[in-house]
């Protein structure tokens, strides 16, 4: 069977959805990385809890504060990588990291209406992961109850 790939693809159609199926949700590396910083840091946190809206990827209910970990691309954040338009099915994609876009501001609107306090960490701003732990342990400490 041949594959038809345009002159941009990498991959057949058929690999390029195999890739895509394995991009995670939960539990990521920029995730992970962040977890492990702030528990390091003394924070204590529950995990994707599916009774708050949006299912918070970090959520510290001591301090009544959750943390969403947005890849810069998926959440079509402002720096580089996020600013990257993709150069196949390009109105697929943008539609996407639209209603994501979107999603993220229902979702961060119906936490600030229940008094939760929202944080999103940015992909990128975990390349420097100490200071962005720092800050966030900083700000979250900030409104103990």
Same mark, same amino acid.
């Given at each position: 069977m041949?594959?038809?790939?345009?002159?941009? /693809?990498?991959?057949s159609?058929?690999?390029?959805? +195999?890739v895509m199926?394995?991009?995670k949700s939960?539990?990521?590396?920029?995730e992970?990385l962040?977890r492990?910083?702030?528990?390091?840091r003394g924070?204590r946190?529950t995990?994707?809890?599916? /009774?708050?809206?949006?299912?918070?990827? %970090?959520?510290?209910?001591?301090?009544?504060? &959750?943390l969403f970990v947005?890849?810069?691309?998926?959440?079509?954040?402002?720096?580089?990588r996020?600013a990257? &338009?993709?150069?196949?099915?390009t109105?697929?994609?943008?539609?996407k %990291?639209?209603?994501?876009?979107?999603?993220?501001?229902l979702n961060?609107?119906a936490? +600030?209406?229940?008094?939760?306090?929202v944080?999103?960490v940015?992909?990128?701003?975990?390349k420097?992961?100490?200071?962005?732990? /720092?800050f966030?342990? /900083?700000? %979250?400490?900030?409104a103990? %109850?």
């Amino acid at each position: 069977m041949v594959q038809e790939t345009s002159a941009h /693809d990498t991959f057949s159609r058929a690999k390029r959805s +195999q890739v895509m199926r394995a991009v995670k949700s939960q539990n990521t590396k920029p995730e992970l990385l962040l977890r492990k910083a702030l528990h390091a840091r003394g924070l204590r946190y529950t995990l994707h809890r599916s /009774d708050l809206p949006g299912k918070p990827d %970090i959520v510290l209910p001591k301090y009544k504060t &959750v943390l969403f970990v947005h890849g810069c691309f998926w959440h079509g954040h402002d720096c580089k990588r996020g600013a990257r &338009v993709p150069k196949t099915n390009t109105d697929y994609w943008l539609a996407k %990291i639209n209603r994501n876009r979107a999603r993220d501001d229902l979702n961060r609107n119906a936490l +600030q209406a229940l008094n939760w306090r929202v944080f999103t960490v940015w992909e990128c701003a975990l390349k420097d992961l100490s200071n962005t732990a /720092d800050f966030l342990s /900083d700000a %979250i400490r900030s409104a103990e %109850i």
